[in-house]
């Protein structure tokens, strides 16, 4: 099963703030809305906690929080680790979709097929990063430039 991630970032890499995002794009919302609807989401327990509780769980999507300590909820499964939760991604439909946090992040970049990121042109400050993406690893395949921001799918290279 492929594995994606998604992730928004400024130009140094800065994806949250203080547990939150610090910017508000929707069209960057809309993008990936489209790109995660009907697949599966994995995320740790800071971005479960850090979505709006009307947005919990995503609709529409596979909902998998990996967390020691959060217990199972109505329409979300709840995994102690990666390994786990790439396990029970066989049981649903869809592609898989590593949403954050960082710590997410750099224990699955090493595994994802895909990556599709958002650059968001403006600066933000911030106390959380996106891994390094080394280009050596990664080409790209497709670009998108929207006003606020410009969309970069990459593929793994063989």
């Avoid at 600066?123 to 969309?151: C, N, Q, V």
Wanted: with cysteine.
């Amino acid at each position: 099963m492929a594995i994606n991630i998604i992730a928004a970032m400024t130009e140094d890499r800065v994806i949250g703030n203080k547990a939150s995002i610090p910017w508000k794009i929707p069209e960057e919302t809309k993008l990936f809305k489209e790109l995660t609807t009907g697949n599966i989401v994995i995320m740790g327990r800071n971005t479960w906690d850090s979505l709006p509780p009307k947005f919990r769980p995503l609709p529409n999507r596979t909902n998998i929080v990996i967390s020691t300590t959060m217990r199972e909820q109505a329409e979300v499964i709840v995994c102690k680790t990666i390994q786990e939760a790439m396990q029970k991604t066989h049981n649903y439909q869809g592609e898989v979709f590593c949403i954050g946090g960082a710590q997410i992040y750099s224990a699955m970049l090493p595994m994802a097929d895909t990556l599709h990121i958002s650059k968001i042109k403006k600066s933000y400050s911030g106390d959380t990063y996106f891994p390094e993406i080394k280009p050596e690893e990664w080409d790209l395949k497709e670009t998108k430039e929207f006003a606020d921001f410009t969309y970069k799918k990459y593929a793994r290279k063989d």
